[in-house]
């Protein structure tokens, strides 16, 4: 059973905060990674995905990837009252399987 | 560009009656998946289809569930008969291979009275 764990939250940070979103997983064979948001409502849209162990940025996003650990995680530096929504976290193992596992989601909250 | 069309955008039944949603993929993304997501948690895979052929559906409730992509383009997701437990909302995506970034539609919100 592949499980994907996130903290439900919710995570309250102040507005120009570092809001830390983390996931742990289970299957050691996982290969990519992948940060979604959703606001309440809405669709899962992708933010971010990261593939090799280390940092990867993208404006405002860094998603930090570590294999070992099995630990992904996404940093929002600057933190908005418009980022408040729930980030899942989702994880694809290769061999052939274009199957995300999705966790449960963190619902942040940026508050002024 | 038109991104993935979803209809109904919401859906009140009774249970034990039949209900069907409809998916039209972005055009020119082969690959198209059906995801169920329950209230607070993460989408649920029930079926993915590589042009009309569906490659992984192990998470489908086959007993009463169905889906089908005829043509490779747009698909729909059949259940019959609904039980209370199946209201969630269900989210078509779709991406031009397997490998490549999915892009969800609207989904649906399915309420089973």
């Known amino acids: 059973q592949k499980e994907v764990e996130q903290n439900s939250g919710p995570l309250s940070v102040p507005e120009g905060a570092i809001a830390s979103l983390n996931c742990t997983y289970s299957?050691?064979?996982?290969?990519?990674f992948f940060w979604y948001r959703q606001y309440s409502g809405k669709s899962p849209e992708l933010i971010m995905f990261i593939y090799s162990n280390g940092d990867k940025e993208d404006g405002r996003f860094t998603a930090q990837l570590n294999k070992a650990s099995q630990y992904v995680s996404l940093l929002i530096r600057d933190s908005q009252p418009s980022d408040s929504a729930t980030y899942l976290c989702?994880?694809?193992?290769?061999?052939?399987?274009?199957?995300?596992?999705f966790g449960r989601g963190t619902s942040l909250i940026v508050h002024p | 560009e038109a991104g993935v069309v979803q209809s109904p955008r919401y859906k009140i039944i009774e249970k034990k009656q039949p209900v069907a949603f409809w998916c039209n993929p972005i055009?020119?993304?082969?690959?198209l998946y059906w995801y169920r997501q329950n209230l607070g948690q993460g989408p649920e895979l029930l079926i993915r289809?590589?042009?009309?052929?569906?490659?992984?559906d192990s998470q489908l409730p086959k007993d009463r569930f169905s889906a089908e992509r005829l043509k490779g383009v747009d698909s729909t997701l059949k259940i019959q008969p609904a039980e209370l437990g199946d209201s969630a909302v269900y989210l078509c995506a779709s991406s031009l291979a397997g490998d490549n970034e999915q892009f969800f539609g609207p989904g649906t919100r399915l309420t089973v009275l």
């Open positions: 989702a994880v694809r193992t290769s061999g052939g399987s274009y199957i995300p596992t």
């Open positions: 289809y590589e042009n009309e052929e569906a490659v992984d």
């Open positions: 055009s020119g993304h082969n690959t």
């Open positions: 299957d050691r064979g996982s290969q990519s």
